[in-house]
C-alpha cells in the first residue's frame, strides 16, 4: 500500500506558474502508474495527466496540454506537476492517486490510492 501527500499548491495570477509535487509513503512508485486530477467546485474530478511506471509514459488531458508538465524524481518517491501559464479555469482541488499496474489510467475509478489534495486557485 502506499500513502500519497500533496503540496505545492496556493493562490497566482493568471500567467502564473506552480509546481504541485505527490510524494509517497510507504513505498516508491516504481511499479504505479501515478495520474493527476482534480476537482472544482460543483463540477466531476477531472483528469489532468498520468505518468507510468518507472516514468517511461506520460499521457495529458487536451485541456492542459503544453501548459503542463508531469515528472518523477529518481529515486521514484515524487511526482511533480509543473504547471505553466495558468487560467482561471485551472482552479480547483488538485490530488494525485496512484495504481498498482503498469499502464496509465485517465478514469478516476482505475485509481486506488489518493491523497488528500491541494488547492490551486488562479486569479484573473
Known amino acids: 500500500q502506499v500513502q500519497l501527500v500533496e503540496s505545492g499548491g496556493g493562490l497566482v495570477q493568471a500567467g502564473g506558474s506552480l509546481r504541485l509535487s505527490c510524494a509517497a509513503s510507504g513505498r516508491t512508485f516504481g511499479s504505479y502508474a501515478v495520474g493527476w486530477f482534480r476537482q472544482a467546485p460543483g463540477k466531476e474530478r477531472e483528469f489532468v495527466a498520468a505518468i507510468g511506471w518507472g516514468g517511461r509514459s506520460t499521457y495529458y488531458a487536451d485541456s492542459v496540454k503544453g501548459r503542463v508538465t508531469i515528472s518523477a524524481d529518481n529515486a521514484k518517491t515524487t511526482v511533480y506537476l509543473q504547471m505553466n501559464s495558468l487560467e482561471p479555469e485551472d482552479t480547483a482541488v488538485y490530488h494525485c492517486?496512484?495504481?498498482?499496474?503498469?499502464?496509465?489510467?485517465?478514469?478516476?475509478?482505475?485509481?486506488?490510492?489518493w491523497g488528500q489534495g491541494t488547492q490551486v486557485t488562479v486569479s484573473s
Open positions: 492517486a496512484a495504481r498498482a499496474t503498469l499502464v496509465i489510467g485517465v478514469n478516476p475509478d482505475e485509481y486506488a490510492y
